[in-house]
């Protein structure tokens, strides 16, 4: 948790999707507005997630194992 509290836009970003994505739905927006929003969220929660260190090892998509086959 403290790791995650010294990246505050990375969760500043996570919230203001998660809220904009509950906005476009309760008002009903098109879904191009609902994807951006998720997208938006789920983005920085994942580049967090590596800035934490929190992917597996055998992850290929990891920065130490992209190229790599």
């Known amino acids: 948790m403290r790791g995650a509290l010294r990246h ?4 500043l970003a ?5 809220v904009g994505f509950a906005v476009a739905y309760w008002t ?3 879904d ?5 929003a998720l997208g ?3 983005m920085s929660a994942i580049d ?3 800035r934490l260190g929190l992917e597996p090892p055998d992850d290929p ?9």
């Open 8 to 11: 505050p836009l990375h969760l």
């Open 14 to 18: 996570i919230a203001a999707g998660m």
């Open 28 to 30: 009903a927006k098109g």
């Open 32 to 36: 191009t507005l609902l994807v951006g």
């Open 40 to 42: 938006l969220a789920f």
């Open 48 to 50: 967090l997630a590596r």
């Open 61 to 69: 998509a990891a920065p130490r194992n992209r190229g790599k086959t």
